[in-house]
């Protein structure tokens, strides 16, 4: 089977077509990883050293905070939240700037326009562009209403004050629309859009409910997309059997990351699923590339080719993301697996 590029290759792949080699990238790979791999390299450097097929330039990473305590690494993002920086790409929530509709009479929202949110993304267009494929990420309406309202009121809220929600929601989303916009415009390939929806033990939310505060506010984001000729993927964590088709439905081409741990087996997504949606992981990040063996990492990658390759539709990449706590070496050898056992015909 003839070579292809990478983004030809990703973008065959979120088309359901069989390819050459199953593709790999990562959402985020931390750069205590990178830097043990390649000491002081570029993210961008280090997708070439890595010969990954895409480049994910994400909004959480590239996002400026001001500062409230330094000593205590208390923080304010764009949405106002106060947080506490963790040293990890995401900070920890501890104070809502939303505790009634009266909080919305001076509420400030993001400037999705500033020219400072595209310098990565440029850069990678113009590095990338045509080689390698460039995502955009942005954070889901639903998951941002989580942290300007806190979590525990907003799922409180959906039942005793949607009106409030349904405001929160619109503010965001009048964000995301003009963000993903504006991504496409500097020259995204694809746009990736984050934020969980679930625990291990399912949504965090009834389906009903689900559709309503979360997947409506998605599939708004995902026709933008769309319009322009743009390829989707969604990320979340947890168990989204009793979702998957409403996800589904939105118009996505990919879900991320069909999370083991969570029960989600990617050979049971594939049978039901695969020939709708491509499925993008699920090599667990939170046990196995932690602390697992490369045997056992090595294993874990001919499984997932083998139950969910055949055909295309798989892009292999971890379960979540390359977090801090990701072995270096079992990283690598999750890639060297993919490229080893992924090429087509697959033969496991």
């Known amino acids: 089977m003839q070579k292809l590029s990478a983004v030809e290759r990703v973008f065959k792949t979120l088309d359901l077509k069989e390819l050459d080699i199953v593709p790999t990238m990562e959402l985020y790979i931390d750069p205590k990883v990178r830097d043990a791999l390649l000491p002081g390299a570029s993210y961008e450097d280090f997708v070439d050293f ?10 959480v990473a590239n996002e400026r905070y001001e500062v409230l305590d330094e000593t205590k690494g208390i923080i304010r993002d764009k949405w106002g939240v106060i947080k506490r920086s963790t040293g990890e790409l995401d900070s920890f929530p501890i104070e809502a700037p939303i505790t009634s509709e009266k909080d919305l ?4 929202t993001p ?18 562009k045509g080689q390698r494929a ?5 954070v889901d309406v639903f998951y941002v209403v989580d942290e300007i309202r ?14 409030l929600i349904e405001q929160l929601n619109q503010i965001v989303l009048d964000y995301n629309l003009k963000y993903i916009k504006n991504c496409i415009e500097v020259g995204a390939d694809i746009i990736w859009i984050g934020g969980d929806y679930a625990t291990n ?17 998605l599939k708004a984001q995902i026709e933008v997309a769309k319009k322009h000729g743009i390829r989707t993927l969604k990320h979340t964590d947890g168990n989204i059997w009793s979702i998957f088709d409403m996800l589904i439905e939105t118009g996505i081409n990919g879900i991320h ?14 049978a039901e699923y695969g020939d709708r949606i491509c499925l993008v992981g699920n090599i667990d990040c939170a046990q196995l590339l932690t602390w697992g063996t490369v045997e056992q990492v090595c294993q874990a990658v001919k499984d997932c080719i083998a139950k969910a390759g055949m055909g295309g539709g798989l892009i292999c990449t971890s379960s979540n993301s390359i977090h801090s706590g990701v072995k270096p070496e079992n990283y690598v050898t999750m890639v060297k697996a993919i490229r080893e056992y992924g090429r087509y015909p697959l033969s496991l």
Request: proline share 9%.
């Open 201 to 217: 033990f399912g949504p965090v939310l009834s389906p009903k409910l689900m559709m309503k505060f979360a997947i409506e506010p």
């Open 134 to 138: 460039v995502i955009a990420f942005l």
């Open 105 to 108: 009479e001076d509420y400030v």
């Open 257 to 270: 990351g069909l999370d083991p741990v969570a029960g989600m087996d990617i050979g049971q997504a594939k």
């Open 150 to 163: 806190g979590m525990a009121d907003h799922c409180m809220d959906v039942i005793r004050n949607p009106g």
């Open 50 to 59: 890595m010969d990954l097929d895409a480049i994910v330039i994400t909004d």
């Open 111 to 128: 400037d999705p326009d500033l020219p400072w949110r595209y310098d990565e993304l440029k850069s990678a267009v113009k590095r990338f």
